[in-house]
């Protein structure tokens, strides 16, 4: 599975969109972009995937860049809730390894 | 449903006892997983099965032994704790093959002196 990069931590105001960029350069074909969070020591939350296409959910969007070698995670209106570590992870859909790397963590100021 | 449920919550050893962390889900999941998380680490994948009867090795799966004789649980045994060990263990089901569907338990804390 593909290697990923993330800026170790970022902040946003309450209230404002939180844009959360990852570097992916070697995926592969048929690998999928996948987000997940966790909030504070609890265990990962799934938010969002997709494979070329932009997608939306009712937790955030998913913008993949055309030569998918990057992609941004957009939470339009950051919350305090929203406070935590965001994993970017390139993996096949149906592999059985998942690779979480480091993450980002993400800080909402009041 | 409960999810996915894991105990202990939190352990204390000594270096050279056994443990088996408890993992269990309700929801009829093929799929399971077990992790570990270091401070300031990611999540590294242990051991995984992939329905009753069936595991296989993860990232780092020295020094942990798992079984998968029910659908329901897939517990995590420590057969000689050592300090490198002391983490917290995410246990995850997902309903078939898809990454998307995977649910985690709220982990155990393991503490080995």
């Known amino acids: 599975d593909a290697k990923t990069t993330q800026p170790p931590s970022m902040d946003c105001a309450e209230g404002r969109a939180a844009n959360l960029p990852c570097n992916h350069s070697?995926?592969?074909?048929?690998?999928?972009v996948y987000w997940y969070r966790q909030i504070h020591s609890q265990g990962p939350q799934y938010i969002i995937h997709?494979?070329?296409n932009n997608e939306t959910n009712e937790m955030a969007s998913l913008i993949i860049t055309e030569d998918r070698k990057s992609s941004t995670l957009i939470l339009p209106h950051a919350t305090l809730r929203d406070t935590a570590v965001y994993y970017c992870?390139?993996?096949?859909?149906?592999?059985?390894?998942?690779?979480f790397g480091t993450g980002t963590s993400l800080t909402v100021i009041p | 449903n409960a999810g996915v449920t894991q105990t202990p919550k939190f352990q204390v050893l000594k270096t050279g006892q056994s443990m088996t962390l408890q993992c269990a889900q309700d929801?009829?999941?093929?799929?399971m997983s077990w992790y570990r998380q270091d401070p300031g680490m990611g999540l590294r994948l242990i051991h995984y099965?992939?329905?009753?009867?069936?595991?296989d090795q993860g990232e780092v799966p020295n020094g942990y032994n798992v079984s998968r004789s029910t659908t329901e649980d897939f517990p995590l045994r420590l057969l000689s704790a050592a300090p490198s060990q002391t983490s917290v263990y995410f246990c995850?089901?997902?309903?078939?093959?898809?990454?998307?569907?995977?649910?985690f338990g709220p982990g155990t804390r393991l503490l080995v002196l």
């Open positions: 997709g494979l070329k």
């Open positions: 099965s992939v329905g009753a009867g069936i595991t």
């Open positions: 070697t995926i592969s074909g048929n690998e999928y």
């Open positions: 995850a089901s997902r309903t078939g093959a898809y990454q998307e569907t995977q649910y």
């Open positions: 929801m009829n999941h093929e799929y």
């Open positions: 992870i390139v993996s096949r859909n149906t592999g059985n390894q998942f690779y």
